[in-house]
């Protein structure tokens, strides 16, 4: 069965990472404006920044003491086998992710995907050695395309497919429903909600997929896109999220995302 274990030889795709953030031009803090050396956030903001830490459930990334399989997954477990998320939604993470996808500060993502990629790396779930095989961004319906102009998903998992050396099949997934927010709803609702909402176009028979999204609040998004790239052959499918609502039991409605 395939993980999304690091094996020793993938600390260069890491660095190399790393490494394109520290050749960028002299930037100044994408969120406080001060200038901030080779990298786009200062150090400051940069620790500001809350991680999930290890205290959360391998499989939705919510806390769970001791790292266990949390009580919500197992009485009913989701679709996808993991989750990895890198940061806490919570300020300072949420104007991050509010500037890249209102006011498309596109570097921003390639900031995320770093944290992402120290994420995966560190998790301490992972079970196997195998990378994935390849990367699926969350598809944004056409029409908030259309508005947007850009799918932060997709420009986030730009970056982590380079960095893993792995396709990114940037078509695979398509929203075919653009979902009103929902996170007041309860979830048997959201989960019927979202029947219809997405469709799986690519070949992702026996295939271990990495799912990239901006940001998790209940997850039933990415519970129904893991369930069609199951129904579509998937042999796995984990998640790794910039930013997950951080409640004990208790989504957050963020309103904007579900
Ligand atoms: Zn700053
Ligand atoms: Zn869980």
């Known amino acids: 069965m395939h993980s999304m274990h690091f094996p020793s030889h993938a600390q260069p795709l890491v660095s190399r990472a790393a490494g394109w953030l ?14 901030s050396g080779a990298a786009l956030l200062c150090q400051p903001c940069r620790s ?3 991680r999930t830490g290890t205290a959360c459930c391998p499989r939705c990334a919510m806390p769970s003491p001791s790292a266990e399989i949390c009580g919500t997954c197992l009485k009913r477990p989701p679709h996808f ?3 990895h998320a890198a940061l806490r939604y919570a300020f300072p993470a949420d104007r991050l992710i509010q500037s890249l996808k209102y006011s ?6 390639t900031l995320l995907a770093g944290l992402m990629l120290e994420r995966l790396q560190d998790a301490p ?20 395309l259309a508005a947007r102009g850009f799918n932060q998903a997709v420009e986030i998992a730009r970056h982590v497919a380079r960095a893993l050396q792995r396709p990114l099949l940037r078509d695979a997934a398509v ?15 959201r989960r019927a909600n979202l029947r219809g909402a997405f469709a799986c176009h690519g070949d992702v028979t026996g295939l271990s997929v990495l799912v990239i999204d901006d940001v998790m609040t209940t ?40």
């Open 175 to 189: 929203r075919l429903r653009d979902t009103p927010p929902q996170a007041d709803l309860p979830m048997a609702r």
């Open 81 to 83: 086998d993991a989750t």
């Open 22 to 35: 520290s050749a960028l031009l002299p930037q100044d803090c994408q969120l406080c404006g001060t200038g």
């Open 219 to 258: 997850g039933a998004s990415l519970n129904e896109l893991a369930r069609v790239l199951k129904r579509a052959g998937a042999a796995r499918v984990e998640n790794c999220i910039a930013a997950r609502t951080w409640l004990d039991g208790i989504p957050q409605g963020g309103g904007h995302h579900v």
């Open 104 to 109: 498309a500060r596109l570097p921003i993502a």
């Open 125 to 144: 779930s992972m079970l196997s050695d195998a990378l994935p095989d390849v990367i699926v961004p969350m598809p944004l319906h056409p029409a908030r």
């Open 48 to 50: 500001s920044l809350l």
